[in-house]
């Protein structure tokens, strides 16, 4: 049970990260001659945070349920 709703938010925040990375990014478009904007590369960095620390955390407990047998 607890284990849905932690899929849930996590699932939920990465979507809201991934769309105000969409926002960001179209509101402040990145110029050739300057770098990303601060906020933008915030963003960019917890939205790896929160699907990639999940999926491997899932990825684990797959494969210690599969080794279990």
């Known amino acids: 049970m607890?284990?849905?709703w932690v899929l849930i938010v996590f699932g939920t925040a990465t979507l809201a990260l991934w769309v105000l990375g969409k926002?960001?990014?179209?509101?402040n478009p990145?110029?050739?001659?300057r770098p990303h904007?601060?906020?933008l590369s915030r963003v960019e960095r917890t939205l790896r945070w929160?699907?990639?620390?999940p999926?491997?955390?899932?990825?684990?407990l797959l494969a210690l349920a599969l080794w279990q047998g």
């Open 37 to 39: 904007p601060p906020l």
């Open 2 to 4: 607890v284990f849905k």
């Open 50 to 53: 929160t699907l990639w620390v």
């Open 23 to 27: 926002v960001l990014a179209f509101l």
């Open 55 to 60: 999926a491997a955390v899932a990825a684990a």
């Open 30 to 33: 990145p110029r050739p001659d």
